[in-house]
């Protein structure tokens, strides 16, 4: 769904692109830390890093990521 008006939706990007591309993607990372913050903040405390780090992918990648591929990485990089 787009409740955007064309004019708006014309008027941000153009405020965005007069930003420069270091500044995008100043403000891509600094959405993102928010995000991930966000998402921290909604797991209980205390659990495993590797636990953390699991459910951190999955939350914020869903299905565009093998979580458990990932959670398996992370185990054997513990390993070595």
Same mark, same amino acid.
């Given at each position: 769904?787009?409740?955007?008006?064309?004019?708006? &939706?014309?008027?941000? !990007? &153009? *405020? #965005? /692109? &007069?930003?420069? $591309?270091?500044? !995008?993607? #100043?403000? $891509?990372? !600094?959405?993102?830390? &928010?995000? !991930? =913050?966000?998402? /921290?903040?909604?797991?209980?405390? @205390? #659990?495993?890093?590797?636990?953390?780090? $699991?459910?951190?992918?999955?939350?914020?990648? @869903?299905?565009?990521?093998?979580?458990? $591929?990932?959670? =398996?990485?992370? *185990?054997?990089? /513990?390993?070595?």
């Amino acid at each position: 769904m787009n409740d955007t008006s064309p004019e708006i &939706a014309e008027f941000v !990007r &153009a *405020r #965005l /692109l &007069a930003h420069s $591309g270091e500044e !995008r993607v #100043l403000m $891509g990372s !600094r959405m993102f830390d &928010a995000a !991930r =913050a966000i998402v /921290l903040a909604s797991f209980p405390p @205390g #659990l495993p890093e590797i636990e953390l780090k $699991g459910l951190l992918c999955e939350r914020i990648y @869903g299905d565009e990521v093998d979580v458990s $591929g990932f959670v =398996a990485h992370l *185990r054997s990089t /513990l390993k070595e």
